[in-house]
């Protein structure tokens, strides 16, 4: 079974694209993607945690309104 890993920034923007976000752009304090009216602030980390990452995913998931498997991030 796969587990949570801790993620590069540029990776999880990658992913994120293949998801359909849209960015990144500049913000005031912190950089951000678009999907569809929605804005994600992404943090200036050069690596994220598993907790980090997992409470960003939550995020994710809340705005495309499905959930994420271990396994879908993975293969993103």
Do not use: D
């Amino acid at each position: 079974m796969s587990r949570w890993t801790p993620c590069k920034r540029s990776l999880f923007i990658q992913r994120l694209r293949r998801l359909g976000f849209e960015g990144p752009f500049s913000g005031t304090r912190h950089q951000f993607l678009i999907y569809k009216q929605h804005r994600l602030a992404i943090p200036s980390n050069i690596e994220y945690s598993v907790p980090q990452l997992r409470m960003m995913i939550r995020e994710v998931e809340s705005i495309i309104e499905r959930k994420i498997t271990v396994k879908e991030w993975n293969s993103l």
